[in-house]
C-alpha cells in the first residue's frame, strides 16, 4: 500500500509541479504535513543535500524521501512517479510541437501558467527561509550571502562550497 501511496503522490506532484525542482518544495511541506513521512527540518536537510548534489533538484528528493519513507524500493517508485508525467508529457507535445508553436491560444496559456509558477517558486523559498532563519546568526549569514550573490556573479557551485564551509565553521 505505501509503494502505491508514494507513486500516486509523486505522480500528482510531477504532473503539477510545472517549472522545475524548487516547485516540488510547497508539495514536499504538504507531504510532511499529510503523512508525516518526514519532518519539516529533514525536508529542509533534504533541500540543502538535493541542491548540493549533482541531478535535478526534484529527482533528487522524491528519491530521498521514497527512501526515507520505504527504503530502496520507495525511493525507485517515488522517482518513477516524478518522472513519469514529464516523460508522457514531453512524448505528447513532441508529436505536437509544430501546431502549439503556432497556436495562439497555447501561447496564452503558457503565458498564463508563469506568474502561477513564479509564485510556487517564491513560497516555497519563503517555506525554507522560514525554517532556515531562525536566529541573529542565521539572519547574518543570510544577509550576507544575499548581498555577496547579487554583486558578485560567481558559480552556484562557489555559494554553495561556501555555505558549507560557513555551516562547518560556525557548526549550524
Known amino acids: 500500500m505505501i509503494y502505491w501511496l508514494l507513486f ?9 509541479a510545472i517549472g522545475g525542482g524548487a516547485v516540488t518544495i510547497p508539495f514536499l511541506f504538504d507531504l510532511s504535513e499529510k503523512y508525516g513521512w518526514f519532518s519539516t527540518a529533514e525536508l529542509t536537510d533534504m533541500i540543502a543535500v538535493s ?24 525511493g ?15 512524448i505528447l507535445i513532441s508529436k505536437l510541437l509544430k501546431q502549439f508553436s503556432q497556436n495562439e491560444h ?13 509564485a510556487l517558486i517564491i513560497f516555497a523559498g519563503w517555506q525554507i527561509a522560514r525554517i532556515s532563519i531562525v536566529d541573529i546568526k542565521t539572519t547574518i549569514i543570510f544577509v550576507i550571502f544575499t548581498t555577496l550573490i547579487y554583486f558578485y556573479k560567481k558559480s552556484p557551485i562557489f555559494y554553495i562550497l561556501l555555505s558549507a564551509t560557513v555551516g562547518i565553521i560556525l557548526k549550524l
Do not use: D, H, Y
Request: charged fraction near 5%; aromatic fraction near 12%; avoid cysteine.
Open 8 to 16: 500516486f503522490e509523486f505522480f500528482k506532484i510531477g504532473l503539477f
Open 51 to 74: 541542491e548540493s548534489t549533482p541531478g535535478p533538484l526534484g529527482v533528487n528528493m522524491a528519491t530521498f524521501a521514497g527512501f526515507q519513507t520505504a527504503g530502496i524500493l520507495g
Open 76 to 90: 525507485i517508485i517515488a522517482t518513477f512517479g516524478l518522472v513519469l508525467p514529464s516523460v508522457i508529457i514531453i
Open 106 to 118: 497555447a501561447q496564452t496559456l503558457l503565458s498564463s501558467i508563469r506568474p502561477g509558477v513564479l
